[in-house]
């Protein structure tokens, strides 16, 4: 599957991805008043999920490794019924930043930033 | 044919109705399993494209309120699918689809192959 094969629905990937992390950065703020908000869990893994197939098929790996391991952790926390650790939440407003960059520099460049350091934190947590 | 895709991604739901028209396809949308219910009675698919992660109702709860009507489950249905999800993928199939497309590995030709053989199956 190339890049260039989708590349008519490269402003839909890079809307719909806006939109999606816009959508996690307030399921976040909600996530930060009450860590056990199982609808902020439940919406944080259909956001997380849908990033990251999105970024699957339009081969934007970063983006997309960055999305699975978020999405694990909640599919995970809304199985268990967890509180969402305060060190968690904190990670993943930075991760949002992190993505609306990478976001950006895809619209800019067709080219991902590294996310690896981020990520690399989150898969710690 | 009809094809109705119950998808929540506006991503996918745009790319996957493109392909299916291109190919000669005529395709409705449905944002959940519950306007998936609605639309399955208004549009009358040949055949249902289901994703199982969404919001309000999922594709679990879509398949459970298919099995109950008589006639949407005669409707065949494939899942999406993707990875890290195949213990999903065959509670589906066991709750009636009857089978399943990658949803991220794109191969039109088969996605094309699997749904004309799957509503000829329901024809024969």
Redesign the interface.
């Given at each position: 599957?190339s890049y260039i094969y989708?590349s008519p629905?490269k402003g839909?990937?890079v809307k719909?991805s806006r939109?999606y992390i816009n959508k996690l950065q307030q399921d976040l703020e909600t996530l930060a008043r009450d860590p056990q908000s199982y609808e902020a869990i439940?919406?944080i893994?259909?956001s997380a999920?849908?990033l990251?197939?999105?970024a699957?098929?339009t081969g934007y790996k970063n983006v997309e490794r960055l999305c699975?391991t978020i999405?694990?952790i909640f599919k995970k926390l809304k199985e268990e019924k967890s509180k969402v650790p305060l060190e968690l939440i904190m990670l993943l407003k930075d991760s949002t930043k992190s993505l609306t960059d990478c976001i950006d520099s895809i619209e800019k460049s067709d080219k991902e930033i590294d996310l690896s350091d981020i990520t690399g934190k989150i898969e710690k947590v | 044919m009809n094809v109705l895709i119950v998808e929540d991604d506006i991503f996918f739901q745009k790319f996957y109705s493109t392909k299916l028209q291109e190919a000669g396809f005529k395709t409705d949308v449905a944002l959940d399993g519950e306007q998936g219910i609605i639309k399955a009675r208004e549009f009358h698919p040949d055949l249902i494209i289901l994703d199982i992660i969404m919001p309000n109702k999922d594709g679990f709860g879509f398949l459970e309120d298919v099995a109950k009507d008589e006639e949407l489950k005669k409707i065949p249905i494939l899942v999406f699918s993707t990875l890290g999800q195949e213990q999903d993928v065959q509670k589906a199939l066991q709750l009636g689809a009857i089978g399943y497309v990658n949803k991220t590995f794109f191969d039109f030709d088969k996605l094309k192959t699997r749904i004309e053989e799957a509503i000829n199956a329901k024809k024969a």
């Open positions: 599957m989708l629905f839909l990937y719909t939109e439940n919406s893994h259909i999920h849908s990251t197939t999105q699957a098929i699975r999405e694990k | -």
